[in-house]
Protein backbone atom coordinates (compact mmCIF):
# COMPACT_ATOMS: atom_id res chain seq x y z
CA UNK A 1 0.00 0.00 0.00
CA UNK A 2 1.27 3.88 -0.94
CA UNK A 3 0.89 6.01 2.44
CA UNK A 4 1.10 9.79 2.29
CA UNK A 5 3.90 10.93 1.95
CA UNK A 6 5.60 13.77 4.87
CA UNK A 7 5.96 16.47 2.11
CA UNK A 8 2.16 15.79 1.35
CA UNK A 9 0.68 16.13 4.40
CA UNK A 10 3.06 19.15 4.77
CA UNK A 11 1.06 21.21 1.99
CA UNK A 12 -2.29 20.33 3.33
CA UNK A 13 -1.73 21.92 6.87
CA UNK A 14 -0.39 24.69 5.21
CA UNK A 15 -3.43 25.08 2.97
CA UNK A 16 -5.36 24.59 5.90
CA UNK A 17 -3.62 27.62 7.94
CA UNK A 18 -3.20 29.97 5.07
CA UNK A 19 -6.26 29.27 3.32
CA UNK A 20 -4.93 30.35 -0.39
CA UNK A 21 -2.87 28.00 -2.57
CA UNK A 22 -0.47 30.87 -3.68
CA UNK A 23 0.19 31.64 0.28
CA UNK A 24 0.99 28.53 1.11
CA UNK A 25 3.18 27.38 -1.78
CA UNK A 26 5.07 30.64 -0.35
CA UNK A 27 5.24 29.07 2.95
CA UNK A 28 6.29 25.72 1.76
CA UNK A 29 8.98 27.39 -0.60
CA UNK A 30 7.35 25.57 -3.73
CA UNK A 31 5.25 26.77 -6.72
CA UNK A 32 1.76 26.73 -6.58
CA UNK A 33 1.65 24.31 -9.34
CA UNK A 34 3.87 22.13 -7.10
CA UNK A 35 1.67 22.32 -4.14
CA UNK A 36 -1.82 22.07 -6.37
CA UNK A 37 0.01 18.69 -7.57
CA UNK A 38 1.02 17.44 -4.32
CA UNK A 39 -2.53 17.87 -2.68
CA UNK A 40 -4.15 16.12 -6.02
CA UNK A 41 -2.17 13.35 -5.39
CA UNK A 42 -2.67 13.67 -1.75
CA UNK A 43 -6.53 13.46 -2.42
CA UNK A 44 -6.34 9.88 -5.32
CA UNK A 45 -4.12 8.33 -2.81
CA UNK A 46 -6.81 8.60 0.20
CA UNK A 47 -9.38 8.04 -2.28
CA UNK A 48 -10.96 11.27 -0.40
CA UNK A 49 -12.08 14.83 -1.34
CA UNK A 50 -10.46 17.12 1.27
CA UNK A 51 -10.46 20.51 -0.59
CA UNK A 52 -13.27 22.72 -2.07
CA UNK A 53 -11.45 25.00 -4.89
CA UNK A 54 -13.01 28.25 -6.12
CA UNK A 55 -11.82 31.71 -7.64
CA UNK A 56 -12.64 33.21 -3.95
CA UNK A 57 -11.71 30.73 -1.65
CA UNK A 58 -9.95 27.69 -0.56
CA UNK A 59 -12.52 25.96 2.27
CA UNK A 60 -12.17 22.28 3.79
CA UNK A 61 -14.32 18.97 3.70
CA UNK A 62 -16.04 17.27 7.24
CA UNK A 63 -13.31 14.85 6.40
CA UNK A 64 -10.67 17.06 4.88
CA UNK A 65 -11.00 18.65 8.23
CA UNK A 66 -10.04 15.22 9.80
CA UNK A 67 -7.13 14.40 7.97
CA UNK A 68 -5.22 17.37 8.68
CA UNK A 69 -5.49 17.09 12.13
CA UNK A 70 -3.96 13.67 11.84
CA UNK A 71 -1.57 15.26 9.24
CA UNK A 72 -0.50 17.80 12.11
CA UNK A 73 0.06 14.81 14.43
CA UNK A 74 2.36 12.92 11.96
CA UNK A 75 4.16 16.15 11.43
CA UNK A 76 4.76 16.56 15.03
CA UNK A 77 5.94 12.81 15.42
CA UNK A 78 8.25 13.07 12.49
CA UNK A 79 10.03 16.47 13.96
CA UNK A 80 10.23 14.70 16.86
CA UNK A 81 11.86 11.55 15.61
CA UNK A 82 14.28 13.31 13.97
CA UNK A 83 15.55 15.35 16.99
CA UNK A 84 16.34 12.31 18.72
CA UNK A 85 19.83 12.10 19.55
CA UNK A 86 19.83 15.58 19.12
CA UNK A 87 19.14 16.49 22.86
CA UNK A 88 22.47 15.90 24.58
CA UNK A 89 25.83 18.39 24.67
CA UNK A 90 25.61 22.12 24.10
CA UNK A 91 23.04 23.95 23.05
CA UNK A 92 23.40 23.57 19.11
CA UNK A 93 21.27 24.03 15.82
CA UNK A 94 17.98 25.97 14.78
CA UNK A 95 15.52 26.37 17.89
CA UNK A 96 11.77 28.42 16.87
CA UNK A 97 11.37 30.28 20.18
CA UNK A 98 8.28 32.14 20.57
CA UNK A 99 7.60 35.14 22.96
CA UNK A 100 4.85 37.02 24.09
CA UNK A 101 4.77 40.72 23.35
CA UNK A 102 5.02 42.16 27.01
CA UNK A 103 8.40 40.07 27.84
CA UNK A 104 9.66 39.74 24.15
CA UNK A 105 11.09 43.63 24.42
CA UNK A 106 12.18 43.71 28.09
CA UNK A 107 13.64 40.30 27.93
CA UNK A 108 15.48 40.06 24.85
CA UNK A 109 17.39 42.41 24.53
CA UNK A 110 19.97 41.15 27.53
CA UNK A 111 19.27 37.39 26.45
CA UNK A 112 20.01 37.13 22.74
CA UNK A 113 23.96 38.80 22.85
CA UNK A 114 24.30 36.62 25.95
CA UNK A 115 23.45 33.75 23.61
CA UNK A 116 25.26 34.71 20.38
CA UNK A 117 28.00 34.80 23.13
CA UNK A 118 27.55 31.86 24.94
CA UNK A 119 26.41 29.08 22.82
CA UNK A 120 27.22 30.28 18.87
CA UNK A 121 25.97 27.21 17.53
CA UNK A 122 22.07 27.68 18.62
CA UNK A 123 20.20 29.79 15.66
CA UNK A 124 17.37 31.34 17.51
CA UNK A 125 14.21 31.71 15.34
CA UNK A 126 12.13 33.95 17.56
CA UNK A 127 8.47 34.66 16.70
CA UNK A 128 6.49 37.48 18.68
CA UNK A 129 2.43 36.72 19.39
CA UNK A 130 0.03 36.89 22.00
CA UNK A 131 0.11 33.48 24.57
CA UNK A 132 -3.23 32.00 22.66
CA UNK A 133 -0.92 31.81 19.12
CA UNK A 134 1.91 30.28 20.81
CA UNK A 135 0.01 28.05 22.42
CA UNK A 136 -1.65 26.67 19.01
CA UNK A 137 1.67 27.31 17.54
CA UNK A 138 3.22 24.70 19.94
CA UNK A 139 0.42 22.35 19.85
CA UNK A 140 0.67 22.53 15.60
CA UNK A 141 4.46 21.85 15.30
CA UNK A 142 5.53 25.33 14.42
CA UNK A 143 7.47 26.33 17.20
CA UNK A 144 9.56 24.08 19.60
CA UNK A 145 9.42 25.81 22.84
CA UNK A 146 7.64 29.73 23.96
CA UNK A 147 8.09 32.09 27.13
CA UNK A 148 5.00 32.53 28.45
CA UNK A 149 3.42 34.78 31.63
CA UNK A 150 1.18 32.69 33.69
CA UNK A 151 -1.33 31.81 34.73
CA UNK A 152 -2.48 31.15 31.13
CA UNK A 153 -4.82 28.51 29.84
CA UNK A 154 -2.91 26.15 27.65
CA UNK A 155 -3.47 22.41 27.70
CA UNK A 156 -0.99 19.43 27.22
CA UNK A 157 2.14 21.31 27.64
CA UNK A 158 5.14 20.48 29.39
CA UNK A 159 7.15 24.12 32.06
CA UNK A 160 10.22 24.86 33.17
CA UNK A 161 10.05 28.14 36.00
CA UNK A 162 11.86 30.88 34.40
CA UNK A 163 11.43 33.93 36.89
CA UNK A 164 8.59 35.84 38.95
CA UNK A 165 7.79 38.90 37.23
CA UNK A 166 5.68 41.24 39.98
CA UNK A 167 3.27 43.99 39.15
CA UNK A 168 3.94 47.58 40.04
CA UNK A 169 1.11 50.33 40.23
CA UNK A 170 2.18 52.80 37.53
CA UNK A 171 0.16 56.50 37.96
CA UNK A 172 1.61 60.02 37.22
CA UNK A 173 3.85 61.64 39.83
CA UNK A 174 1.51 64.61 41.04
CA UNK A 175 -1.30 61.65 41.02
CA UNK A 176 -3.01 61.27 44.85
CA UNK A 177 -2.39 57.63 45.27
CA UNK A 178 1.20 58.66 45.36
CA UNK A 179 0.83 60.06 49.02
CA UNK A 180 -1.49 57.41 50.29
CA UNK A 181 0.52 55.52 53.41
CA UNK A 182 -1.79 52.36 52.28
CA UNK A 183 -2.32 51.34 48.99
CA UNK A 184 -6.38 49.89 48.50
CA UNK A 185 -7.75 48.55 45.41
CA UNK A 186 -10.16 51.29 45.37
CA UNK A 187 -7.93 54.15 45.12
CA UNK A 188 -6.87 52.88 41.63
CA UNK A 189 -9.40 50.07 40.33
CA UNK A 190 -11.48 52.38 38.62
CA UNK A 191 -8.98 54.75 36.74
CA UNK A 192 -7.17 51.28 35.61
CA UNK A 193 -6.29 51.48 32.23
CA UNK A 194 -5.60 48.18 30.11
CA UNK A 195 -4.08 46.57 26.93
CA UNK A 196 -6.79 44.74 25.01
CA UNK A 197 -8.58 41.62 24.56
CA UNK A 198 -5.91 39.26 23.65
CA UNK A 199 -2.78 39.97 25.80
CA UNK A 200 -2.04 37.98 28.76
CA UNK A 201 -1.22 41.01 31.02
CA UNK A 202 -4.76 42.18 30.44
CA UNK A 203 -6.68 38.75 31.82
CA UNK A 204 -3.99 39.18 34.99
CA UNK A 205 -4.68 42.60 35.47
CA UNK A 206 -8.56 42.25 35.60
CA UNK A 207 -8.26 38.90 37.68
CA UNK A 208 -5.90 40.63 40.51
CA UNK A 209 -8.10 43.40 40.69
CA UNK A 210 -11.58 41.43 40.51
CA UNK A 211 -13.21 43.82 38.48
CA UNK A 212 -14.89 41.90 35.69
CA UNK A 213 -17.05 45.26 34.90
CA UNK A 214 -13.54 46.35 33.38
CA UNK A 215 -14.05 44.29 30.49
CA UNK A 216 -16.04 46.94 28.79
CA UNK A 217 -14.06 49.84 29.73
CA UNK A 218 -13.56 52.39 26.78
CA UNK A 219 -10.08 53.29 27.00
CA UNK A 220 -7.25 51.33 25.79
CA UNK A 221 -3.85 50.77 24.17
CA UNK A 222 -2.01 47.72 22.57
CA UNK A 223 0.96 48.30 24.00
CA UNK A 224 2.33 49.03 27.24
CA UNK A 225 4.51 52.37 25.53
CA UNK A 226 1.04 53.87 24.79
CA UNK A 227 -0.20 52.77 28.10
CA UNK A 228 2.25 54.76 30.01
CA UNK A 229 1.72 57.74 27.58
CA UNK A 230 -2.15 58.03 28.58
CA UNK A 231 -1.01 58.12 32.16
CA UNK A 232 1.92 60.47 31.61
CA UNK A 233 -1.26 62.94 30.62
CA UNK A 234 -2.91 61.64 33.47
CA UNK A 235 -5.85 59.72 31.93
CA UNK A 236 -5.59 56.83 34.47
CA UNK A 237 -3.11 55.22 35.97
CA UNK A 238 -2.15 51.10 35.03
CA UNK A 239 -0.67 48.06 35.97
CA UNK A 240 3.06 47.07 34.79
CA UNK A 241 5.61 44.40 35.10
CA UNK A 242 8.22 44.98 37.06
CA UNK A 243 11.02 44.10 34.61
CA UNK A 244 9.43 46.51 31.82
CA UNK A 245 9.86 49.24 34.10
CA UNK A 246 13.58 47.72 35.09
CA UNK A 247 14.02 47.59 30.78
CA UNK A 248 13.59 51.87 31.06
CA UNK A 249 9.87 52.03 30.32
CA UNK A 250 9.76 55.03 32.29
CA UNK A 251 12.23 56.79 31.34
CA UNK A 252 11.90 60.55 30.47
CA UNK A 253 8.06 60.90 31.84
CA UNK A 254 6.77 61.71 34.32
CA UNK A 255 5.62 58.74 35.49
CA UNK A 256 6.55 56.40 39.07
CA UNK A 257 5.40 53.35 40.38
CA UNK A 258 4.44 51.55 44.15
CA UNK A 259 4.12 47.67 44.99
CA UNK A 260 1.42 46.48 45.43
CA UNK A 261 0.11 45.18 48.61
CA UNK A 262 -0.73 41.77 47.71
CA UNK A 263 2.02 38.94 47.43
CA UNK A 264 0.04 37.65 44.43
CA UNK A 265 0.45 40.43 42.62
CA UNK A 266 2.77 39.03 39.67
CA UNK A 267 2.95 36.54 36.93
CA UNK A 268 5.18 33.63 36.67
CA UNK A 269 7.54 33.45 33.23
CA UNK A 270 7.86 30.42 32.36
CA UNK A 271 9.55 28.14 29.04
CA UNK A 272 6.68 26.11 27.70
CA UNK A 273 7.09 23.00 25.22
CA UNK A 274 4.57 20.14 24.28
CA UNK A 275 4.05 17.36 26.49
CA UNK A 276 6.40 14.39 25.41
CA UNK A 277 9.00 16.65 23.15
CA UNK A 278 11.62 14.74 22.04
CA UNK A 279 14.13 17.28 23.14
CA UNK A 280 12.68 18.46 26.88
CA UNK A 281 15.96 18.02 27.75
CA UNK A 282 17.39 20.29 25.25
CA UNK A 283 14.13 22.79 26.68
CA UNK A 284 14.93 22.44 30.62
CA UNK A 285 18.95 23.42 29.21
CA UNK A 286 17.73 26.52 27.47
CA UNK A 287 15.46 27.75 30.48
CA UNK A 288 18.44 27.13 33.06
CA UNK A 289 20.15 29.47 30.23
CA UNK A 290 17.60 31.84 29.90
CA UNK A 291 17.52 31.86 34.04
CA UNK A 292 21.48 32.49 34.23
CA UNK A 293 20.92 35.18 31.99
CA UNK A 294 18.97 37.19 34.27
CA UNK A 295 21.79 37.93 37.00
Known amino acids: ?25 AACNVTQAALSSGIQELESLLRLHLVE ?6 AFTAVGEQVVEKAREMLRVAQDLGNIGHGEGPLAGMLRLGI ?21 LLELHVREEFSANL ?3 LGHG ?9 PYPCT ?15 FHMED ?29 ALALCGRADLQRQAMSAA ?13 GVTLLPEMAVQAGLLHGLHVTTRTLPDPEAKRRIVLAWRNGAALSTTYQRLAQAIREAQH
Open 176 to 204: PVGGHATLQEADWTERLLLLPDGHCLRDH
Open 223 to 235: TLQTLVHLVDNRL
Open 53 to 58: RTRRMV
Open 142 to 150: ELDCAILAL
Open 100 to 120: IPTVGPYLLPRLLPRFASSYP
Open 156 to 170: ALDYDFLFDDPLMLA
Open 135 to 137: CAA
Open 1 to 25: MTLPSLKQLRYLVHLHEHRNFSRAA
